[in-house]
């Protein structure tokens, strides 16, 4: 019986299945038709940017007489070109620049052997500063011969414009004169100004005698010869002119003779600090005659705290740090470097640094790029032609040259210009030209 149930529900099951396969369909409504899906828009890229420049090391050549009879001044003169540097933050365009102190040490075979040691060495695209002239003419052949640039030295002998002015593809490397040639400044100054301040009565000189004492350098040469040649010509007698080594101290000697002779003014100069000093202070004591020019006295800040009152009624032949803007740069120099400078050395040496930095900028926005050609060449077609100067430093007006000056600035009251001063009680106070006098000559007695 158990087996015909079980038989029996097994014919009810297969029954309804077959039921169900053949009944109606799912009440269940299939979803609308869609459209076709719409593959996810991709936001537009980002148009392609320019990767920043990758920062590009190069080196610069300061030079100055770091160690030596001059070194005061030398590093017054790397001093002033770090705070210009320091001021663009090292920074032209992409490059960071290191500057590379180079030691002169007042010797040109030294000078020599350092300038070619920063070139093969340390790679410097290029060099600016300086102070001497012998040194300038030694370098003009280390440039000319890895032709790397060379701006702005204070080197203002004649010989170095005479080999520049031999071969200018050579000798151009050594780009322009941060000091141009004593015959058209320095010298031709005190003659001029001996001249008109004798025609306005505010000297009678004694006698037509002048004695002329200098440094055995390019420089002292360069500043003697032609002054002893316009006052010559102009009927003076000249006592000398004499010369001395760069390292001497003891002046009695030179000195007794001009005593003795009687002469109505004396003109000294001397790029050490020891030496200039030590004239000053042994020319007073010795009471010599006349006018005293002790021409490169207050080339360093403290020349009054090495001479005192010996310097009373001195000449000198210096720019000077008149306006605002140099007396907040000369009280911000002393404070960073505890010392005063002095316009002739740290002053120009700022203001050409600038300038230098202007050309750096100026060759990489035309070159785009600095490289010793690119500098040099830039030099050669917008600094030597006058298309690019500098009207914004601190002691001259203007810097510029012209293909009739190069390698010398050019010279005037509205561009570069050295004014004669004379001391008292620790100041200075110009006295020529005339219309730019803040006093009048006080002639010694």
Known sequence: MNGKLLKGFAVVAIFAMLLGACGPAATTEAPPPTEAPVAPTEAPAAPPTEAPPKEIPINIGIKGPLTGPAARTGQEILDAYIMAFEEIDYTVGPYKITLIPIDSQSDPEKATRAYEDAIVRDGIIAGAGGWHSSVAVALMEVVAKHKVPHFFSAGETDVVNEKFQSDPEKYGYWMAKGWPTPKSLVSK?????????????????????????????????????????????????????????????????????????????????????????????????????????????????????????????????????????????????????????????????????????????????????????????????????????????????????????????????????????????????????????????????
């Open 189 to 445: 100054n005190y003659f001029d100004g001996f001249n008109d301040l004798i025609a306005k009565g505010e000297w009678t000189p004694a006698n037509k005698k002048i004695a002329i004492a200098c440094e055995e350098t390019d420089f002292g040469r360069a500043v003697a010869e032609p002054l002893a040649q316009l006052m010559s010509d102009a009927g003076w007698e000249v006592v000398g002119p004499d010369y001395f080594p760069l390292e001497e101290v003891e002046f009695h000697p030179l000195l007794t003779k001009y005593k003795s002779e009687n002469v109505a003014v004396t003109v000294v100069t001397d790029t050490a600090t020891a030496g200039i000093s030590a004239f000053t202070k042994q020319a007073k004591e010795m009471r010599v005659p006349g006018l005293l020019v002790m021409h490169g006295l207050g080339w360093v800040g403290e020349w009054y705290s090495l001479v005192g009152e010996a310097s009373d009624g001195v000449l000198d032949q210096i720019p000077q740090l008149g306006t605002p803007a140099a007396l907040e740069w000369a009280k911000n120099f002393e404070t960073k470097w505890g010392m005063k400078p002095s316009p002739s050395a740290g002053g120009l040496a700022y203001d050409w640094a600038h300038f230098f930095i202007n050309i750096l900028k100026a060759t990489y926005e035309e070159k785009g790029e600095l490289t010793s050609e690119s500098i040099y060449n830039f030099g050669k077609e917008k600094l030597w032609t006058g298309e690019i100067t500098y009207t914004d430093g601190i002691v001259m007006p203007m810097y510029k040259f012209t293909p009739e000056t190069i390698p010398d600035p050019v010279v005037g009251k509205e561009a570069f210009i050295f004014p004669i001063i004379q001391y008292k009680g620790g100041e200075s106070k110009i006295i020529w030209p005339l219309d730019w006098a803040q006093a009048k000559l006080e002639v010694p007695k």
